[in-house]
């Protein structure tokens, strides 16, 4: 998303002359040490350069650029291609995999295999996240056309070309991924600078009919005091709904976050322990968490799939960091469930577990919170309970009041650290 928005602002900014060699290498930073289709992003740009060299005739001059910024990515790929071959001990150029992985690594395999969403995923994400921004970014193209068309003195076409290629890593970007059947918010990061600037330039554009003093017009005959006020209570509104927005997420979701300030404590967190995982291990934010040599393992829960392994902790006869480069066993590409990644629970000596009423426990799956004969709470936060709670509920955020219709009150669960109880 960082490079994006540098490789975007080289591209644009001409004062001093093209930055075409900038321009690459942002773009280019994201693919390497990123996410490598964040390239994407870069090619209404590139054409932009090649359109101009046909036109201009300085083939030579932007050949050379585009030579320069090439050649600078090049490097970065070989410096980091070399780090990595370093701690693996074999060559690898880890962008190569990723997209050998997800495009070309036949039947069986590929991204599919961790689920599909329908095609209108990023709309229903893209609005409940950004509101009306998302409105004027889908906009902004329509709204560019409209506001060629109505003036009287049209800009030259070299505007005209340079708004369309603005404008377009945003629609470009959501084409694609639109297309792929599986989808993640987290796909849409790298264009959130185009989506912010398609949203400013539909914006523009839309408050520039709206300001019309035309008195031919709709919106010239509207008193202007009373358009302001309109447009106020638009763009308040708009940073409200955000604002609730993210209070709502950071006060459903955030326990995960919290409930291991406990293991601080060196009385509970005996060196060398193990906290244990059942159907809570994906929102397990990172080892770091756990202190004094404490271990994360996996107990059995309803998932099926492959969970993730562990560095090799070897200290003699592997080499340097050996964790980085021995495979721990039992993994593959195909999402397939290894057995070897779980412990017993008995070998549990703390257990994060949620608990939300009225859900359905089974073998598997527990109420381990409930079972106050073997395990003690330690520290336990409220978690939205999605399935009691209403759309409003879970889309922004909503005080426990008796003010609010309790059909539209937020309803949680818990969200606990357990330790294991001593036998007496």
């Known amino acids: ?145 409209l506001q060629y068309k109505d003036r009287s003195i049209h800009p030259s076409k070299r505007t005209t070309f340079r708004s369309i290629v603005f404008l377009s890593p945003f629609y470009l970007w959501l084409a694609i991924f639109t297309l792929q059947p599986h989808k993640e918010e987290r796909f849409m990061f790298p264009a959130y600078p185009a989506l912010a600037l398609n949203a400013a330039i539909g914006l523009h554009v839309a408050l520039s009919y709206i300001g019309s003093s035309n008195p031919r017009t709709l919106f010239g005959m509207i008193p202007p005091k009373v358009k302001f006020v309109a447009v106020s209570v638009l763009m308040i509104g708009a940073i409200d709904a955000g604002l609730w927005r993210t209070m709502g997420m950071v006060t459903a979701y955030s326990a995960p976050l919290h409930i291991y300030s406990t293991l601080e404590n060196l009385e509970q967190a005996v060196p060398g ?34 969970l993730p392994g562990e560095f090799h902790e070897g200290k003699t006869g592997f080499g340097i960091w050996s964790g980085t480069w021995l495979m721990p066993p039992g993994m ?70 008796n003010l609010i219709p309790e059909r539209f009150r937020r309803q949680y669960g818990r969200y606990c650290l357990l330790r294991r109880k001593r036998e007496t």
């Open 1 to 145: 998303m960082s490079t994006t928005m540098l490789g975007m602002s080289a591209f644009m900014d001409w004062q001093g002359g093209l930055k075409t060699a900038q321009g690459i290498f942002w773009f280019a930073g994201g693919g390497i040490l990123g996410w490598p289709f964040s390239l994407a992003l870069a090619v209404p740009f590139l054409l932009e350069e090649a359109v101009l060299a046909a036109i201009s005739g300085e083939v030579v001059g932007i050949l050379t650029r585009t030579l320069d910024g090439t050649a600078r990515s090049f490097i970065l790929l070989a410096f980091v291609t070399a780090i990595d071959t370093f701690f693996y001990r074999k060559l690898e150029v880890v962008p190569f995999n990723i997209v050998r992985y997800n495009i070309f690594s036949g039947p069986g395999k590929g991204p599919d295999i961790f689920g599909t969403e329908p095609w209108h995923f990023y709309v229903r994400n893209l609005l409940l996240n950004f509101n009306i921004w998302f409105i004027f970014a889908i906009g902004a193209l329509p709204l560019a056309a």
């Open 273 to 306: 322990g193990i906290l244990c995982l059942g159907k809570e291990w994906y929102r397990f934010p990172s080892s770091y968490f756990l202190p004094n040599d404490m271990k994360a393992k996996f107990v059995k829960s309803a998932f099926d799939g492959l």
């Open 332 to 401: 593959n590409d195909e999402n397939r469930e290894d057995m070897s990644k779980y412990t017993s629970l008995s070998q549990c000596s703390f257990l994060v577990d949620s608990y939300f009423p009225g859900s359905k426990s089974s073998e598997l799956e527990p109420h381990y919170v409930l079972d106050t004969a073997n395990w003690q709470e330690l520290s336990c936060r409220q978690f939205l309970d999605t399935s009691r709670t209403s759309l409003l509920g879970r889309t922004l955020w909503l005080p426990d009041s």
